[in-house]
């Protein structure tokens, strides 16, 4: 299951885009007043900070290094009628739930694991930001990079 | 300068590789008698036999084919291995021709991989090729 950070953000885009009711993704994020309403609720999925070492003797084993690579899934939701609350929480659930059942992703890393959500408090109007964060290890053999 | 850092450690047991290892340690001991004679100050000894362990900790994997084969071996079978090399470079390592399995410990840990850690105790002559 030899993986590397590109492999690993193709499938957490497409297991993102697969959600039910989720009308945009991309990695290119935009401030929510600045997308159309027509694209909420959107996902806007990065691989943030890594960590690597090595994780088992070199030599005996292809796989030898290991990284812990954070994503960020920031969620945008939109309701006229200010009824974002039930939305946000819904994906919420759902964002947790396609990052860790996904095979296209579960089968190409070692685990991953939620850690963190950090939201706007509801401090936006009509609007509700959050941020997801989660851990992915994934080991991969120490000279093809990961 | 020649020290490695955690590097290589390749284990091949009976030709097989062991994967995931995360620790391999080779002790080798050379018994002795004690021929101190009554009244002397300083000890005086005699060479015995040379004797050589290996310890190795790997990531455990329940379908790792050499793993299931030593698992096996240590559960059902009598313990007794074909040849086994500790490397200590990319081609120079350590070498018997047999040893018996006298350790096959199994760990679990909540937020860490499952380890496995066996025991060999030589049972040939440990040579070293450069």
Request: aromatic share 8%.
């Amino acid at each position: 299951m030899a993986s590397n950070r590109s492999d690993i953000m193709i499938q957490v885009l497409s297991a993102l885009a697969a959600i039910d009711g989720i009308n945009y993704v991309s990695e290119s994020i935009s401030h929510w007043e600045e997308l159309d309403h027509g694209k909420f609720p959107a996902l806007f999925p990065i691989d943030a900070d890594e960590i690597k070492s090595p994780v088992v003797l070199f030599g005996g084993t292809d796989e030898d290094m290991r990284g812990l690579l954070t994503v960020i899934v920031t969620g945008m939701v939109y309701d006229a009628e200010n009824a974002t609350q039930v939305k946000r929480l819904d994906l919420m659930q759902k964002i947790e739930k396609a990052m860790v059942t996904t095979s296209g992703l579960t089968s190409i890393i070692h685990s991953v694991m939620p850690t963190r959500v950090v939201t706007d408090k509801g401090a936006l109007e009509n609007y509700s930001v959050w941020d997801q964060e989660f851990e992915i290890e994934y080991w991969y053999p120490n000279e093809d990079g990961g | 300068m020649a020290v490695k850092t955690y590097k290589l450690g390749q284990v091949v047991v009976a030709g097989a590789t062991v994967l995931n290892c995360t620790n391999a340690a080779l002790t080798i001991a050379q018994e002795v008698s004690d021929r101190t004679a009554i009244g002397d100050s300083w000890r005086f000894l005699g060479t015995l036999g040379k004797s050589w362990a290996l310890s190795i900790t790997c990531k455990y994997d329940p379908v790792g084919t050499t793993l299931t084969a030593l698992r096996t071996e240590f559960i059902t079978g009598d313990c007794e291995t074909g040849s086994i090399k500790m490397y200590e470079g990319t081609t120079t390592y350590f070498s018997g021709s047999a040893a018996m399995i006298t350790g096959y410990n199994l760990t679990k840990s909540v937020g860490a991989d499952d380890e496995v850690t066996m025991t060999f105790e030589g049972n040939s002559v440990l040579e070293y090729t450069a």
